[in-house]
């Protein structure tokens, strides 16, 4: 969705040349709701019927959820504007479940002090379980009201509305408490982004509110951004 907006080459060396598997890849055209849609390596949808949720490291209850068994989880909807550090938003109702849900499933240790979120493409964040303790964060399996889609990081993704979209981490396959956190893979591939990814003061374009937006050979139009104050984007 909103992260990862690095040129990706070599797809047909990488999965074979004769490769039919449908692979996610990021494209500039905005989708219907307005999100630009970035990976950090092109990879095949996931398998929801085999997918699990590996839930592991400094607990007391190592587990695995399917899909189903998340569902069932206490359900939450919240209407939230993702921010990409390429000056654009798109806000949309996002629905799944808060992450404290998990925690009397798994029991983390008190050495436990963050977590380690892997995804599916070999992305990965780590996050403090303070700031994942925000009830404006949501562990998302629904998007606009319907299943979350796979060009949108399905079967399950983060949603952090304080925090650049790089660091709300999609396709996730495991979720490892830990006794300290370590920022983001994101701090090793270029200057624009931080450990932590909070929202600086500067400028925003929403997609989402631009007309023509999803309509191929479409440019943001300096016109239409609009000046942000940093954190969450609550204006519109």
């Known amino acids: 969705m909103n992260r990862r907006g690095f040129v990706l080459s070599g797809v047909a060396a990488a999965f074979g040349?004769?490769?039919?598997?449908?692979?996610?890849?990021?494209?500039?055209?905005?989708?219907?709701?307005?999100?630009?849609?970035?990976?950090?390596?092109?990879?095949?949808?996931?398998?929801?019927?085999?997918?699990?949720?590996?839930?592991?490291?400094?607990?007391?209850?190592p587990q695995l959820f399917s899909l189903a068994r998340l569902r069932e989880l206490p359900r939450m909807t919240r209407s939230l504007r993702m921010k990409c550090v390429q000056c654009w938003s798109?806000?949309?109702?996002?629905?799944?479940?808060?992450?404290?849900?998990?925690?009397?499933?798994?029991?983390?240790?008190?050495?436990?002090?963050?977590i380690r979120i892997d995804c599916a493409d070999k992305w990965y964040e780590f996050m403090s379980l303070?700031?994942?303790?925000?009830?404006?964060?949501l562990l998302?399996?629904?998007?606009?009201?319907?299943?979350?889609?796979?060009?949108?990081?399905a079967p399950l993704r983060l949603v952090d509305?304080?925090?650049?979209?790089?660091?709300?981490?999609?396709?996730?396959?495991?979720?490892?408490?830990?006794?300290?956190?370590?920022?983001?893979?994101?701090c090793d591939i270029g200057p624009y982004y931080?450990?932590?990814?909070?929202?600086?003061?500067g400028y925003d374009t929403p997609l989402d509110l631009a007309p023509d937006a999803a309509k191929p050979g479409w440019k943001l139009d300096p016109k239409a951004r609009r000046r942000?104050?940093?954190?969450?984007?609550?204006?519109y």
Do not use: C, H, Q
């Open 90 to 114: 798109a806000r949309t109702t996002w629905g799944g479940f808060r992450f404290e849900s998990l925690l009397d499933l798994v029991k983390p240790l008190k050495t436990a002090k963050a």
């Open 130 to 137: 303070e700031e994942m303790a925000n009830p404006r964060v």
């Open 17 to 61: 040349a004769e490769t039919k598997l449908k692979l996610l890849l990021p494209t500039d055209v905005p989708d219907d709701l307005g999100f630009r849609t970035m990976w950090y390596n092109p990879v095949p949808p996931v398998d929801p019927v085999k997918w699990r949720l590996e839930i592991k490291g400094l607990v007391e209850k």
């Open 228 to 235: 942000i104050k940093g954190g969450e984007i609550i204006e």
């Open 194 to 201: 931080s450990p932590t990814g909070e929202i600086l003061p």
């Open 161 to 186: 509305p304080s925090k650049y979209g790089y660091k709300s981490a999609k396709l996730i396959t495991s979720i490892t408490f830990v006794a300290e956190g370590k920022g983001s893979m994101a």
């Open 140 to 153: 998302a399996l629904e998007m606009a009201g319907k299943p979350l889609p796979d060009k949108n990081g």
